[in-house]
């Protein structure tokens, strides 16, 4: 595999499992040095074990809707390195399926504060290590979501759609300082969260798994699952060098979804 990314140095929050366990072993292997955080425990053990943990690979358990605990994280990143090449901020909760009116207020306050406030805190803390690199790069991780929005998910489309602004305005800001902000909007990954969304789907309106399965794949155009290393090699694209003069954009990488149901 070209060694797209040697040694760019890559933050990654919500790493341990998923979309941002699959970018970081994408990155690993494309020469990249990771530093994820987790607060999923049980993940983090599986880490231990990889062959490049404290090598290139460091892990941590962190909160990401904690600032406290985000703030000591990066105090543990700036003993580990002066500088980051880039962020992906990974971190997200699906939250609550219903229709509005009959939302939780604390599910839905609940939902907005881990997928937006998350990358807030990282960002903020992350952007003085990334003036650094003469070539930085922040991919905020949205969805379809964000873009078309989502019946019976008002909650979580309300915080994906709010990331597409943060990385417009970011992109904006940091331009100057030659840091490159996107949004990557991912389709219906094929997972153990879209299994939870599955259910909760079914659960709500009596339609069976199978069904409502079947429905999201047909969303696409190509009308095929997207995989977590299908969001990986993006991100990795996005951090290289390859990139440099993509900002403030919006990356579906989605099968062409025609719509959100």
């Known amino acids: 595999m070209t060694k797209i990314l040697t040694n760019k140095k890559i933050i990654i929050s919500a790493g341990a499992s998923g979309i ?38 460091f892990t941590y358990s962190c909160d990401a809707s904690n600032e406290s ?30 229709s509005i009116e009959q939302l939780n207020s604390k599910d839905w306050e609940n939902t907005l504060h881990v997928d937006v406030n998350s990358h807030f805190y990282f960002t903020k803390r992350a952007i003085p290590l990334i003036k650094k690199s003469k070539n930085g790069s922040i991919i905020n991780i949205s969805s379809t979501a964000g873009i078309l929005g989502f019946p019976l998910r008002s909650p979580y489309a309300a915080s994906k759609w709010a990331i597409i602004g943060i990385t417009k305005t970011l992109a904006m800001e940091l331009g100057k300082f030659n840091i490159r902000v996107n949004a990557v909007c991912p389709g219906t990954i094929k997972g153990d969260r879209m299994k939870r969304v599955i259910k909760d789907k079914a659960k709500f309106t009596k339609i069976s798994q199978k069904v409502i399965e079947k429905d999201f794949i047909s969303m696409s155009s190509m009308k095929k699952w997207i995989l977590e290393e299908d969001i990986g090699k993006m991100c990795s694209f996005l951090i290289s060098d390859d990139s440099s003069k993509v900002s403030g954009q919006v990356i579906s990488v989605d099968g062409h979804t025609e719509r959100n149901n």
């Open 20 to 57: 941002g366990w699959a970018t970081a072993k994408i990155c690993l292997a494309r020469g990249a040095y990771i530093y994820l955080c987790d607060n999923d425990e049980k993940s983090l053990r599986k880490l231990n074990k990889h062959p490049l943990k404290n090598k290139r690979l």
């Open 69 to 98: 605990q985000v703030s000591d994280f990066f105090k543990k990143i700036k003993n580990k390195t002066k500088k980051i090449d880039a962020l992906i901020n990974n971190v997200g909760v699906s939250g609550p399926t219903g």
